[in-house]
């Protein structure tokens, strides 16, 4: 059994249950035999660079339990890649400097391939270190998983959100008969494919949805919202940030809209396709921008995805003082009527810097909405509400008082 | 006691809990000796107009209680002004011809003005017909009474939000250190205000709130987004939609942004401003648009809103039974320590057509934030949650069947 300390870190754009798998790893961390310090890196692997570790054994355990129903990154996060060699001779300096053994790595593809190159790093220079990576990303794209924790309370936050929204469109007669929804989603389109799942009845909202998996196609997508509107007096469309052209080129190019005075720069895809919308249709309409409360709204979170999210981080732990390594926990559906998954170990080269889109199959002949096979993969992701306490009015969420830890020199 | 038939409508921009002040109605009329047969106009006046009514006696009772959950207006709303002498003379024909002696209105300024006209024509015209308002508006400016239903689960929904997308933008070490939440409000800034409830503790977002009651001005903005910058390395503002500066004239012009090609328009007030931070100041940021989810979350809504919003339904009711006409439900809240309310009645004509404002006392010296008094005035509008069934993720919204009225003729 190796023993020693652990270091976790949570990487990325945070998600709604983020906090669940920094909960499961601290929870398994602390009920280990091997595990003796459980420390936290403030801000991913800039945490350890910068030797920012918070003492996570010293944390209040109603707070650690609190990390239930906490949206954010509660260790704080950070878009940072180690750079080069230099970054990661030094991680690995400090880890041994500070006893660390066991290295849990909460983040999506850039964090997986972070996490592989330390495995290596370690494996070449003879140290004995146990590297696992833990699936996180609101945009599901992470191959080898069924899902990656995060998705689904973001499927849930959207398809909810979406079903308003249409309620909110069809009841009104007035100018506005178009709505554009705009999610993210910069590569893959699973974010917006989960708001059809909003739709009841026929001519529920969302009439249409556009993915980055196809090709993009202005006239086909005006046609489209001009035969919603005829049928059912308002349309309803989602469309994913990422969205390309046959050529592979961003429909709407954030960097290329600033005119030559430097002056003006449009509001983003949903607005510039709204400004077709109004001067070819001569439809007025609204952009709808959730932004960042697809990552953060826990108020809405799924249970199902916050449970999965703690088990993972607890699998993850459980594995590396079992021995694993260069690992990510990957959530495997069972086959069968009813949900069920169990959670394996996958190697990180196998995720690291890939990404999964949605199947073609699972997006409609026309490129304009999914299957009913998309909706019987996405449905159970979203089933059950997370109990969060509203003491006064509003989400009691958590804080961690990160008590530092001393420079062991 | 007056007895015959009624009907009820709703108006303008639904909001969460409109349907609470339908069902109140619904519930109250339907328990009165007085009230033979209960219609709904579909979509506000011009289902009036249309002779397009439900018979309410016909609804499932569970979707009656349903409508205690269930946002947007659940007969249809509309904009829709009664434009002539014509149309007016034209309703007050169909209230006799189907023998309608009273008449719901649930809507806001302009609502409240059609309510008050027709109350007067039918005194002129000797038909004996009670014309009772019922307040609905997200943006809470109707004049007379302390607050409108619509606004606390609105102002819930943006609070929490805020709060969500401020633990999002801190948390993450990345190149986002700004973000412009851009709420409703043409003209007065009660929601854009309700986000300071956000607040836990210093340097929580929301750093700053800019309000139409007070005229902007750029560079202090510009100054404030910096500050809240190096003081907490990030900066979360919110703006009124209908910011104006100190010519009254609107800081950003939807109307006045396509470029000489009509071929360009800015996303609104919150890119606007944002472009302007990005290129003055050198920070990157994102807007967050949640349009008309501010008036649609059911999901988040308040209890205490949602259980007022029905009783102003009850209430008008009992109070036309009683003889009432040509007045509006107040909410007037019981001086105390405890929050507690009790309903009234005013003119509509002291209501129509008028706007309430945040009273500039409770914003501060600077203009960019709101006092206490202003905190102390919203918090206890935004307790209690409400309870929704989610039978499989999603939220059981109900529909009424509507079932169609013959005509009497």
């Known amino acids: 059994m190796l023993t020693g300390n652990c270091v976790v870190a949570q990487s990325g ?16 961390a602390l009920g280990s035999e091997a595990i003796k310090e459980v420390y936290g890196a403030r801000h991913g692997v800039l945490g350890i660079l910068r030797e920012d570790f918070c003492d996570l054994r010293r944390e209040d355990p109603a707070s650690i339990q609190g990390l239930r129903y906490t949206p954010g990154a509660a260790l704080g996060s950070c878009r940072y890649q180690l750079k080069n060699q230099e970054d990661y001779d030094r991680l690995l300096d400090i880890f041994r400097r500070y006893n660390i053994r066991y290295f849990f790595y909460i983040g999506g593809n850039d964090s997986m391939d972070t996490a592989a190159k330390v495995n290596r790093l370690a494996l070449e220079e003879g140290y004995d270190l146990r590297v696992i990576g833990i699936p996180k990303t609101i945009d599901n794209d992470l191959p080898q998983t069924d899902h990656c924790p995060g998705y689904g309370s973001a499927a849930k936050y959207l398809a909810t959100s979406v079903l308003e929204m249409g309620l909110d469109l069809k009841c009104i007669v007035t100018s506005t008969k178009v709505a554009i929804v705009e999610t993210m989603g910069r590569n893959t389109g699973w974010l917006a494919a989960a708001t059809a799942l909003a739709r009841r009845r026929p001519g529920d909202a969302p009439h249409y949805i556009y993915l980055p998996e196809v090709a993009f196609d202005m006239a086909a997508f005006l046609a489209d919202v001009e035969r919603a509107y005829r049928q ?3 349309a309803l469309v989602v469309v994913s940030e990422g969205l390309v052209d046959k050529n592979g080129n961003y429909v709407f190019n954030d960097a290329a809209t600033v005119d030559v005075f430097g002056h003006q720069r449009l509001g983003g895809l949903g607005q510039f396709l709204l400004n077709k919308i109004e001067r070819e249709l001569n439809l007025k309409g609204r952009v709808i921008l959730p932004a960042t409360s697809q990552r953060s709204a826990m108020h809405l979170a799924s249970r199902t995805d916050a449970e999965e999210a703690w088990a993972v981080g607890r699998v993850a732990v459980e594995a590396a003082v079992k021995g694993a390594s260069g690992q990510m926990v990957a959530i495997r559906r069972l086959e069968g009527d009813t949900y069920q998954v169990t959670y394996e170990l996958v190697d990180l080269d196998q995720v690291a810097n890939k990404e999964k889109k949605l199947p073609r199959a699972w997006i409609n002949e026309q490129g304009n909405d999914v299957t009913d096979h ?17 003491p006064n009015g509003l989400p009691a969420y958590v804080n961690l008082a990160c008590h530092p830890v001393k420079d062991p020199d």
């Open 13 to 28: 754009g945070p998600t709604a249950v983020i906090n669940n798998s920094l909960g499961g790893v601290i929870e398994a």
């Open 232 to 234: 059912y007096g308002t």
């Open 374 to 390: 998309f909706i019987n993969y996405v449905r159970p992701l979203i089933q059950g509400e997370v109990s969060i306490p509203f």
